[in-house]
């Protein structure tokens, strides 16, 4: 199948290069010269694992092609699918570029052709896409078009593998008398066989709001467990997966820790209050959603200043991880962020290490005073308390008894509870994190093979990281 996709940010990209996967022929058009000319030398804008690869392949075999917005790419496409952004970077919902978008698609698509939306409309828009289109179409002398939106479901960092094998896909439905355009994008994903649900194109899109605001919903009500265990002396990691077995619950995004970021969870939390409101209705568990992830951020603050006996000025803090979560270099609401400025505003010195360095360059243009350093080494040498923002990977990996004997304090606040604290304690480092109280510092540091893994075993052959005193800034 012939299918065109407009706008190659984080969703057009990845879609584009599955269907090139799946063997469809697409043409990728974007509007932004540079990233236009960036991709056609192969330069791909966003990290997503997998995707460069992905790309590349297919555009030197000839299956995925990178065009400007020109009437020419799209009267012979069978699928046109929009997949421009939609945010105003204000945390609201923009459709100016959506608008624009469609004015330069749609008089030019073949008549026999279909309209696909998956970019995240705000409900408002969805009853006036029909009539926009339908506008178009009659100014340029062409006959109804089918239009349908058809939302994603894909994580970053795991966006090939969740368009490639989905749980399911949404097919909205604005306009299609005829059946044609449900009938050729169920033909697209011939290859899954996720089921395929036909609904209304409001349906669709709320479909996909739904299911980000109850994700939400799942990590502020883990956020407020483990509260309830800190008050209580429980521990929220076995507490969650004591309640994951019933099926009814279940255990994903059950996990406590400094609250959820993205362009997703927080951005379609507050518009939906926005929109509710206008429309004369109160949300009050939308408002606790996220009144709770905007607690966890100040509370994690608060910690650190507590293991400093409450005092942060001219205190040195580091903080491991800045990306809203491993796998992405996407800096888009990350708690890190906020919790660099809350810490600033009380005069710390705050240094930032992460894995992406392209995050920690924008994260020290977004954050003015935050300093960023190229490794764990450099982030932890000197400092008075240690905050883990972003749990990747690596950092599972610190040798604390070498961090130790580099840091000036012995303090860790674990906002992704990822760490082991009896690894932790065991260095002589206090430990603490959100629904796992405190651990205190062992007085005599444990033999490793005794302080590795009570809550959770070291990955065989982990790469000890080690440490040297010397700082610089990024």
Not at 459 to 467: G, K, L, M, N, Q
């Amino acid at each position: 199948m012939r299918v065109v996709v407009v706008g190659l940010g984080y969703v057009g990209l990845v879609t584009g290069a599955c269907l090139a996967e799946w063997g469809h022929d697409v043409v990728g058009v974007e509007a932004d010269e540079d990233r236009l000319a960036n991709l056609r030398l192969g330069r791909i804008p966003i990290h997503e694992p997998g995707l460069d690869e992905l790309v590349g392949r297919h555009a030197a075999g000839g299956r995925l092609h990178f065009a400007p917005v020109t009437p020419s790419a799209f009267s012979a496409a069978h699928l046109v699918i929009i997949a421009v952004g939609t945010h105003d970077g204000d945390g609201g919902w923009q459709t100016t570029t959506l608008a624009a978008s469609l004015a330069d698609v749609v008089p030019h698509m073949a008549d026999d052709a279909a309209l696909v939306v998956r970019s995240t409309l705000p409900p408002t828009f969805i009853r006036q896409l029909p009539g926009i289109v339908d506008h178009l179409r009659r100014e340029a002398g062409r006959p109804a078009l089918a239009v349908l939106v058809n939302p994603e479901f894909t994580r970053e960092g795991s966006a090939i593998s969740d368009f490639m094998k989905p749980d399911r896909v949404v097919i909205g439905v604005a306009e299609d008398p005829t059946g044609r355009g449900v009938g050729r994008l169920r033909g697209l994903y011939r290859r899954t066989d996720a089921p395929i649900l036909v609904l209304s194109a409001a349906d669709a899109i709320l479909a996909k709001i739904g299911s980000n605001l109850f994700l939400a919903t799942k990590i502020s009500f883990a956020n407020e467990l483990a509260a309830i265990c800190d008050a209580f002396g429980g521990t929220v990691d076995q507490v969650v997966q004591a309640m994951s077995f019933d099926p009814r619950i279940g255990g994903s995004f059950l996990r406590a820790g400094v609250g959820f970021g993205g362009s997703c969870l927080p951005h379609q939390v507050v518009m939906t209050m926005k929109i509710a409101a206008s429309a004369g209705m109160t949300t009050p568990l939308l408002a606790a959603v996220s009144a709770i992830n905007r607690r966890q951020q100040k509370q994690f603050v608060r910690r650190i200043a507590g293991g400093l006996g409450g005092q942060l000025a001219g205190r040195r803090v580091a903080l491991l991880g800045l990306t809203f979560k491993p796998g992405t270099d996407d800096l888009r609401e990350a708690p890190s962020l906020a919790i660099a400025a809350l810490l600033l505003r009380r005069r710390a010195t705050v240094v930032a290490y992460d894995p992406m360095e392209s995050a920690r360059h924008r994260a020290a243009s977004m954050v003015p005073g935050l300093v960023t350093v190229a490794s764990v080494e450099e982030a932890l040498a000197g400092a008075d308390a240690v905050g883990l923002v972003t749990e990747w990977p690596e950092f599972d990996q610190i040798d604390w008894v070498a961090a130790r004997r580099v840091m000036r304090g012995t303090f860790v606040v674990d906002g992704r509870n990822a760490l082991d604290p009896a690894r932790v304690a065991a260095a002589g480092i206090t430990y603490t994190a959100f629904g796992r109280g405190r651990w205190e510092a062992s007085s005599e540091l444990a033999p490793a093979e005794e302080a590795a893994g009570r809550l959770r075993p070291e990955p065989e052959a982990a790469r000890s990281i080690t440490f040297a005193p010397a700082l610089s800034g990024e």
